[in-house]
């Protein structure tokens, strides 16, 4: 079972999310830090920007997913705003539980941090074994 969890599979996902994860970043604290937009709207751009991105590249280079199908898309929309709402549904109240004495807007960037990290775990399971899990014969 870690065997096939640390894979090619998880190394070429690791790269995409690494390109992924600049490209979201750079878009959601540009959004918070200088267009002065909200912690849910900033964080919500990232996922909406990089999840494009991240479709394609993970559907074609990581998984090599050649299915073509709205109910794939559907399903990937789907992992994407669960994992985003639970990560940074935790992330938000607990930052601030912890950060209580630290400005709102430290809060808010480190809670985006810690949202950000949570994400990845939870949507690295979501697309490996639900959206681009190849069926074995």
Do not use: H
């Not at 894979?7 to 878009?27: E, H, M, P, R």
């Not at 200088?34 to 920007?49: E, L, M, P």
Request: glycine share 6%.
């Amino acid at each position: 079972m870690i065997k096939k969890l640390f894979d090619k599979t998880f190394w070429k996902f690791i790269l995409v999310g690494i390109a992924n994860t600049l490209f979201g970043t750079a878009v959601m604290f540009l959004f918070y830090n200088v267009f002065k937009f909200g912690y849910w709207v900033s964080s919500a751009s990232n996922y909406i920007f990089g999840s494009i991105l991240s479709y394609f590249l993970n559907k074609y280079f990581t998984f090599q997913n050649k299915e073509k199908s709205l109910k794939l898309v559907v399903k990937f929309i789907i992992n994407i705003t669960v994992c985003y709402a639970v990560a940074y549904g935790v992330a938000k109240p607990l930052t601030i539980k912890i950060l209580s004495g630290m400005a709102p807007v430290i809060q808010d960037n480190v809670a985006m941090l810690v949202g950000m990290g949570l994400f990845v775990i939870l949507n690295y399971f979501g697309q490996r074994f639900l959206i681009f899990n190849k069926k074995e014969d």
